[in-house]
């Protein structure tokens, strides 16, 4: 089921053993196995001082990682009128793409990087890929990204359509993703993602809800607090593509709460509840395949070497739990082969989770409709 998947990591095992036997110094000092990979370092150097300072996980970070998938979704493997995934299309062709509903809050992601892409000699595609794989490495919990460099930048706009929307149906979103070249378990792992966002787009004047309790740590919680038994809105009245969550402060999507509970699955979800290891491992795995969807890995250069380590998660702070108040009968039990873990509940009194402060480097010209996003590097 992840031959695809263990297809690419091969891939990268193979092209980083052969480039041990040698390396090469960069102009700036640093040491590589492939000189082409001497170009990232200026990048990586510009965004860490100045994309991501002081941001601990956070909204900079969040919305980094956000358009990553949003751009390689761009990818159908029975239709090429979709692109050629992660391609750089979401900001070659903005004004189109972010006009979609879908990519609603993606122009918090051009405002952020637009201005770095336009002063560096990557390709888009390669740019909006490493900087989520950086953005990662500011996340406990995360397993050290991978990063192949050498997209091909896309010639044409992705249709509208091509990103699921968390109020369709968990068939419709499993067909989509099918489509894209990726399994039920792969889609799953993917979503670990949640555990480090918050909403963008579901409502507008719910920006910076995130989607568990612990939004700054790469953990289980997330994949433990939708399976939970929801009581309220964090916002009066709740949107289209938003049910209620079992916490305060907390925006619960409709695909995850399906997702979480579908027999398709629901044993999926629930089996990275409690399990860093497994949730860690499986998303390192599928956000590889991600970063290189529709593109030719044979003719990439593994340059993995130039991704920070990410910070530790000890044991402890990996250990799920319930929060203040919830307890086992508050989960919605929906894997129909494995009971669901026992947890502790953490103490103290129930509070509302504190929402995700914005970057104020994601306002810009660059608007939610796709107006005024034009591209200063692709001129």
Do not use: Y
């Not at 990553?68 to 189109?96: C, L, N, R, V």
């Not at 990103?163 to 990726?182: C, N």
């Amino acid at each position: 089921m992840l031959s695809t998947t263990f297809a690419v990591l091969a891939a990268l095992a193979t092209v980083s053993n052969a480039a041990l036997t040698r390396r090469v110094a960069c102009p700036d000092g640093n040491m590589v196995s492939n000189e082409a990979c001497c170009v990232l370092f200026p990048v990586l150097e510009d965004i860490q001082t100045n994309m991501f300072a002081d941001d601990d996980c956070s909204d900079a970070a969040h919305t980094a990682l956000r358009v990553a998938f949003h751009d390689a979704i761009g990818f159908s493997k029975s239709d090429p009128s979709f692109g050629t995934g992660a391609d750089g299309s979401i900001f070659m062709f903005a004004e189109t793409e972010l006009s979609f509903g879908a990519n609603l809050g993606i122009a918090d992601a051009f405002n952020l990087e637009a201005p770095f892409i336009a002063n560096h000699s990557i390709g888009v595609g390669d740019f909006i890929q490493f900087a989520a794989a950086v953005s990662l490495t500011r996340c406990p919990g995360i397993l050290r990204p991978t990063f192949m460099l050498g997209r091909v930048d896309a010639t044409f706009a992705a249709p509208d359509g091509t990103v699921p929307e968390p109020f369709q149906s968990v068939d419709a979103i499993l067909a989509r993703m099918a489509d894209a070249g990726f399994t039920p378990a792969e889609l799953v792992a993917l979503l670990a993602s949640h555990s480090i966002a918050g909403a963008d787009d579901v409502d507008p004047a719910a920006s910076g809800l995130p989607f568990d309790s612990t939004p700054s740590v790469f953990d289980t919680q997330f994949f433990v607090e939708t399976q939970l038994r929801g009581t309220s809105f964090p916002v009066t009245g709740g949107n289209q593509g938003e049910v209620e969550s079992a916490i305060a402060g907390v925006l619960r999507l409709q695909s995850d709460s399906e997702l979480a509970r579908d027999s398709a699955t629901a044993c999926l979800w629930q089996a990275n509840v409690n399990n860093q290891a497994l949730m860690a491992s499986s998303f390192q795995a599928a956000f590889a395949k991600m970063q290189v969807t529709g593109q030719d890995v044979s003719k990439m250069v593994d340059c993995s070497e130039v991704i920070p380590q990410p910070p530790a998660l000890s044991a402890a702070a990996a250990a799920a739990f319930f929060p203040p108040g919830i307890t086992q009968n508050d989960v919605e039990q929906a894997c129909a082969t494995t009971a669901f873990p026992k947890l502790p509940t953490a103490a103290g009194a129930p509070a509302a989770v504190p929402s995700i402060v914005q970057d104020p480097a994601t306002d810009g010209a660059c608007q939610d409709d796709g107006s005024g996003c034009v591209a200063p590097f692709t001129a």
